[in-house]
């Protein structure tokens, strides 16, 4: 049987990423790395990610929340980091 931690570590995505994507999303995290690990094989997905956890963050950001979204920026950093600016 296969557990939600042998899910993400077998996933392209670190936890992280996974877990930006289902706050951004409003959607469960297992749903969230069923939808990331989709994306993340295209060029147009891998942009559509970075725009979602910058965008997650700029929404911290201007919600006060500024500690949260220095973490999503560096969330952002490191997959583009990975996988390049597109």
């Given at each position: 049987m296969l557990t939600l931690r042998d899910c993400i570590d077998?996933?392209?995505?670190?936890?992280?990423?996974?877990?930006?994507?289902?706050?951004c999303e409003h959607i469960p995290l297992v749903s969230a790395l069923e939808e990331g690990e989709s994306m993340v094989h295209?060029?147009?997905?891998?942009?559509?990610?970075?725009?979602?956890?910058?965008?997650?963050a700029e929404m911290c950001e201007r919600m006060g929340n500024t500690v949260?979204?220095?973490?999503?920026?560096?969330?952002?950093?490191?997959f583009i980091k990975r996988f390049g600016k597109h």
């Open positions: 077998f996933s392209d995505l670190k936890e992280e990423e996974i877990l930006a994507i289902a706050e295209t060029a147009h997905g891998r942009k559509r990610i970075a725009c979602m956890i910058k965008g997650q949260h979204a220095q973490y999503l920026n560096r969330v952002h950093d490191a």
